[in-house]
């Protein structure tokens, strides 16, 4: 079966489309009451990995749920006006993440270069889950 789109098609597009926040600037924001950090990875890779501390958990397969005020799963916290720093391990699926909820109406929203494992690797705190 031949794709119409790979899923390198799709980040790609998504990432032209999106605000990707610099690693080191993300870092700097840990303690900005105005950004919230989204965690859009499955509850396994969090608790084997860890998570940025005092992100909000929304697995990807929610996110769209989540966001929607008419939806039955609505979090009240993505109707804050806050900022709002997606992440994933690798910037793959946060970057699609950050399109969908940005087509959604979702505003002040973007993602973070290179996602946890870039994170981690630059020196950002962890929390444990």
């Known amino acids: 079966m031949a794709l ?3 899923c390198k ?9 999106v605000t990707t926040i610099p690693i080191q600037e993300a870092i700097e924001k840990i303690d900005d009451s105005n950004i919230v950090f989204v965690d859009i990875r499955d509850i396994r890779e969090l608790e084997r990995d860890g998570m940025i ?5 929304a697995p990807r397969g929610m996110i769209e749920f989540w966001i929607d005020p008419d ?4 979090k009240e916290i993505f109707g804050s006006g806050k900022t709002f720093y997606f992440y994933c391990a690798s910037a793959w699926r946060s970057a699609l ?3 969908v909820v940005q087509e959604m109406g979702l505003e ?3 993602h973070i270069e290179g ?4 994170w981690k690797k630059s020196g950002g705190p962890v929390s444990q889950k």
Do not use: C, I, M, Q
Request: glycine share 12%; proline share 6%.
């Open 97 to 99: 993440a950050t399109r």
């Open 71 to 74: 939806s039955p799963y609505y």
């Open 115 to 118: 996602g946890f494992g870039n």
């Open 53 to 57: 501390p005092g992100a909000f958990h």
């Open 4 to 6: 119409k789109k790979g």
């Open 9 to 17: 098609d799709l980040v790609a597009e998504a990432n032209a489309l």
């Open 108 to 110: 002040n929203v973007a």
